[in-house]
């Protein structure tokens, strides 16, 4: 046992630093205990961590999706927090692909483009199934509209930086324009520091990207299934989303438009 909880093996384990409050406080550090256990078992690799976490999420769509509409017909109370168990397991599961690679050396493209195109197809079952229970709740037709959209919206930030990277690419041949952001390891920390540095990222909590939508649709789901003051919560949380996800968006497409822009300037 002590040779799993080695401090050289935890330290690879370890290998970055997160940067997503929930991620930070929940879903790493539960990735890195389980991957203590199974990251050196070699029929659990991380493309199967990839598949299984996706289907974490579909499963998860599939039990929001309102049963008038052909979803599970399961008693509420079971049906919410099946769905926000699986969620999280998604998120999970999504932490520990990327560190297993990283802790065996076998980071791949494909393993990369496998872990992208999952994630959209999560985005593209979870935010229409939360569209169409707020229609259920409220008889709105705009959620139904909201939830198909918004996929759009986020997929868009992947589209600009995808096109960016095109035009960078021929005009430079700099390939950095389609890579990842940097992986910067954690440094040790003493348990003040640990303190100062949860503290610094609280705010974080606040935000809401792709990353961050299993733990806002879970709270969603949970605020809607306890009603506190008697109001109808979901409808509400997807206007949240909503309006992260469209300030996100414009920001990252207005960045990426400028990296092209300066290209034009330099002639």
């Known amino acids: 046992m002590s040779g799993l909880f080695a ?80 969620l999280q397991a998604a998120l999970v599961l999504d932490c520990m692909d990327g560190a297993l690679a990283r802790y065996r050396g076998t980071t791949s493209n494909f393993g990369s483009f496998l872990d992208k195109i999952t994630d959209r197809i999560g985005i593209l079952a979870l935010l229409p199934a939360l569209g169409l229970a707020a229609y259920e709740i409220t008889g709105e037709l ?41 992986i910067v390891p954690p440094p040790e920390r003493r348990l003040c520091d640990w303190a100062r540095y949860l503290l610094g990222h609280s705010w974080r909590l606040l935000r809401v990207s792709e990353i961050d939508l299993p733990l806002w649709a879970s709270v969603a789901l949970v605020l809607q299934l306890c009603r506190p003051g008697g109001i109808d919560w979901l409808p509400w ?16 497409v207005i960045h990426r438009g400028r990296s092209v822009a300066r290209l034009d300037r330099r002639g």
């Open 142 to 182: 705009r959620y139904v509209l909201l939830g198909g959209v918004l996929p759009a919206v986020s997929g868009l930030s992947g589209y600009a930086k995808w096109l960016a990277g095109v035009h960078i690419l021929a005009a430079t041949g700099d390939r950095s324009a389609f890579a990842d952001p940097d």
């Open 237 to 252: 949380v997807l206007w949240y989303i909503a309006a992260w996800f469209l300030v996100t968006t414009v920001e990252r």
């Open 7 to 86: 401090r050289e093996r935890i330290a690879r384990l370890r290998s970055k630093q997160d940067t997503y409050f929930w991620s930070i406080v929940f879903a790493r550090p539960l990735a890195i205990l389980l991957l203590v256990l199974v990251a050196d078992v070699r029929l659990v690799t991380p493309n199967l961590l990839t598949l299984i976490s996706a289907a974490s999420q579909l499963a998860a769509a599939a039990l929001v999706w309102p049963a008038a509409w052909g979803g599970a017909d399961l008693d509420p109370v079971l049906r919410t927090w099946l769905a926000v168990g699986l």
